[in-house]
């Protein structure tokens, strides 16, 4: 089971920092953030970190884009998306993770949706020029919060280089993420690892140690011969500090996963 590293769990630290963090902790995969690690865009720099993963054994499975479908009334997307295609093909990325809308952004309508499955459509386009899937962040505050909706999206979408990452949904029951898990899974590229909650409005990061039994269940629905990351994302307490443990847990659920 491939196992990797979000950049942004780690937002202050430099690139040569989280590089050596998965290193020392056995990550073969990093998924790159396009914001504060390596903006959409810096093809340069995206080349020199190639250089400096290949030189620790590390690889760039997926480059984690700021980058929407959906945009308010005025607005528009930051940049080309050629440009984010050839960073994420000098990072050795082979998928693109991009956003059905912003978290908080309030609720996308009919017509939101229908313009970013027009959007979807055209970038899917470009990145199948590139040799590049697409993937969105499965998250709350979006088009994907609600997996009957995720699927009903990427069907409207209809491209085979359109997919997403499966996350648990910090919102629902583990009966409900359990049931998105196996309803979602042949659109499913990577996967977040992580155990985030809402209680009572606020939002808690804990560690993976106590979700053991429940990712023990996600993992034997996504474990089913796909070749798939699983990034740990965000740790419990935002530091680095915790990050062993968390990688300790996540070897121990995919050594009896894999049994």
């Known amino acids: ?13 430099s690139v040569k ?13 990093i998924e790159w953030g396009g914001g504060p690690h390596v903006p959409m865009g810096n093809v340069k720099l995206a080349r020199k970190v190639k250089r400096l993963m290949h030189a620790s054994g590390i690889k760039c499975a997926s480059y984690g884009t700021y980058y929407g479908v959906t945009y308010n ?46 959007h979807t459509k055209k970038i899917a386009t ?24 995720s699927i009903e999206f990427l069907k409207k979408i209809g491209c085979d280089n359109v ?4 996350q648990p949904n910090p919102h629902k029951s583990e009966e409900y993420n359990l049931e998105a898990a196996k309803a979602l899974l042949p659109w499913t590229t990577n996967v977040h690892v992580c155990n985030h909650h809402f209680i009572e409005g606020n939002f808690h990061k804990d560690s993976l140690e106590k979700a053991h039994l429940e990712w023990c269940k996600y ?28 990688c300790k847990c996540l070897r121990l659920l995919a050594s009896e996963v894999q049994k």
């Open 163 to 166: 997919k997403i990452y499966y």
């Open 17 to 29: 920092e989280i590089i050596k963090l998965a290193r020392e902790n056995g990550l073969k995969y």
């Open 1 to 13: 089971m491939k196992q990797g590293l979000v950049s942004v769990s780690f937002r202050e630290l």
């Open 219 to 246: 993992l034997s629905v996504l474990e089913n011969g796909e070749d798939r990351v699983y990034y740990l994302e965000f740790m419990p307490d935002g530091t680095p500090a915790t990050l062993p443990t968390e």
């Open 126 to 149: 470009i990145a199948k020029k590139y040799g590049l899937t697409l993937a969105f962040e499965c998250h709350w505050g979006t088009i994907t919060e609600e997996y009957h909706r």
């Open 73 to 118: 009334e005025g607005e528009k997307p930051p940049i080309s998306f050629k440009a984010v295609c050839k960073t994420a093909v000098a990072l050795g990325a082979s998928v693109v993770r991009i956003w059905a809308g912003w978290p908080g952004c309030g609720d996308i309508d009919c017509e939101g949706e229908r313009k970013a499955v027009i």
